[in-house]
């Protein structure tokens, strides 16, 4: 598998809108940063936050005063008559003119709504509401980030295991060979360990197809190009021991639970927009015009204007309409009753997400400093039992497997890191503080 420095990033950025420097490799921190600004998500929720702003201009723009104008021509090609009794005799009376035409302005301005009021309340709070989601949203995709990231890390360590197992293993095979050629050693031993080490090729060979799944997984992650090579720096997994004594902070400070707070607050409103429709409406509306007659066009014939104008009041009562109101009432009361038992089920997730990451951080810890005192040991274990071999004090048996308990504790190691770094982003979040995986 291909794996050269970043460089191709840039060219990812073009069509991305952002840019890793070449000959820089892809920290977690500049992961995170590059899918807040490239992965479909994050994009989506912060539109979701620019259109919060229109819906409130369009919900202002009811209270605003409306006006409209209208025109209208009309030719009458039959025109009506209208029989009138005149002293015993009908006549006959053409009521109007070949040509007619109107243009008019109009102006209507709400006086009392209660449902506009109402509705002007929701949508700050529908703004309020997308912000704190895109927050949210944010935070998900840093710990989805941040998971991934670990993982590839995990199988990059496994990779290094397996090479360095590899190259332990050809270098006794090495040393078997020559002294097969001298006569001095078994030719089964050589046999012994050219299957181990085809074994381990074999397993590298799987572990480099797994490493290049992560990557991709990784990249689809941050919303990166498939084709862009990455490279991770040597060195990420820091323990801090520290995290086993954090103070996990108030729920309410939990994204997730303002979110659905926020939530009840728009069922409230949607509520009291319902309840609207027991209160009266009140606007006032006027209209200025031009009524025209005429035997021919508008423009230029025999044609006469008469001005026409009005103000006036419009008053709408409820009075009665079967109980409609009521029960649409009823269903946003049992919605709003609904919402608050997921809130209070979240409360309870949420409790239960913040203990087990803390108790895996200390059980991590405790597992982490165990496999690396295992490793150490398994080391001096090999290098005991590779010495002791190459004297005639031990079989090839004994390398091998001493060889194979030595990768067997550094994968234990690496397993062990994974599981402390997954546990330390679920403390992280449960605190809060996920964005400082961006700014560290």
């Known amino acids: 598998m291909k ?3 970043i460089i191709t990033l840039l060219v990812a950025g073009i069509f991305s809108g952002s840019m890793l420097h070449a000959q820089e490799t892809l920290t977690l921190q500049e992961a995170v940063k590059f899918a807040l600004e490239n992965k479909a998500e994050a994009k989506k929720s912060k ?3 620019e259109n919060a702003q229109y819906q409130i201009d369009e919900v202002r723009a009811g209270a605003l005063p409306q006006i409209s104008g209208s025109a209208s021509v009309k030719y009458n090609a039959i025109i009506p008559s209208m029989p009138l009794d005149m002293g015993g005799q009908t006549t006959y009376i053409k009521m109007g003119q070949p040509w007619n035409s109107t243009a008019a302005i109009s102006v209507n301005q709400q006086i009392f709504n209660q449902s506009l ?17 895109h927050q949210l949203t944010e935070e998900q995709l840093i710990e989805k980030v941040a998971n991934a990231y670990y993982d590839v890390y995990t199988t990059q360590l496994q990779l290094e295991t397996i090479d360095s197992n590899l190259g332990s293993t050809t270098k006794t095979r090495d040393v078997i060979a020559g002294l097969v050629q001298a006569g001095l050693g078994r030719k089964i031993d050589l046999d012994r360990t050219n299957v181990a080490i085809n074994n381990l090729q074999a397993n590298r060979q799987i572990v480099i197809n797994a490493l290049e799944l992560k990557e991709n997984a990784l990249k689809f992650a941050i919303g990166m190009g498939m084709e862009t090579d990455i490279v991770l720096p040597t060195e990420t997994f820091d323990i801090d021991a520290g995290l086993a004594g954090y103070a996990v902070s108030e729920l309410n400070n939990r994204t997730e639970i303002q979110i659905l707070e926020k939530q009840n607050e728009l069922l409230e409103l949607n509520r009291q927009n319902i309840k609207a429709d027991y209160y009266p409406k009140l606007s006032f509306g ?25 103000l006036g009041l419009n008053l709408s009562i409820p009075i009665f309409n079967g109980g409609a109101t009521k029960a649409k009432v009823n269903q946003a009361t049992i919605k709003i009753k609904q919402a608050q038992v997921d809130l209070e089920d979240t409360k309870l997730a949420l409790n239960l997400a913040n203990e087990n990451a803390r108790a895996q951080i200390k059980n991590s810890l405790l597992t982490v400093d165990a496999n690396r005192r295992n490793t150490q040991l398994a080391q001096e274990v090999l290098n005991d039992t ?7 004090l031990a079989t090839l048996t004994e390398l091998l497997d001493a060889e194979n308990a030595l990768s067997d ?3 234990n190691l690496n397993t062990s890191l994974l599981n402390y770094k997954v546990a330390e982003i679920q403390l992280i979040k449960a605190n809060g503080k996920l964005k400082t995986l961006v700014n560290e």
């Open 386 to 392: 590779n010495n002791n071999y190459r004297n005639g």
């Open 117 to 133: 009021f109402t509705g002007l309340k929701a949508a700050r709070t529908t703004r309020e509401f997308y912000a704190i989601n």
């Open 409 to 411: 504790a550094q994968n």
């Open 286 to 310: 006027g209209d200025l015009g031009y009524t025209g007659f005429g035997q021919g066009f508008p423009l230029g014939g025999d044609f006469n204007w008469f001005g026409t104008s009005g």
């Open 47 to 49: 539109l979701d936050v």
């Open 3 to 5: 794996r050269i420095n």
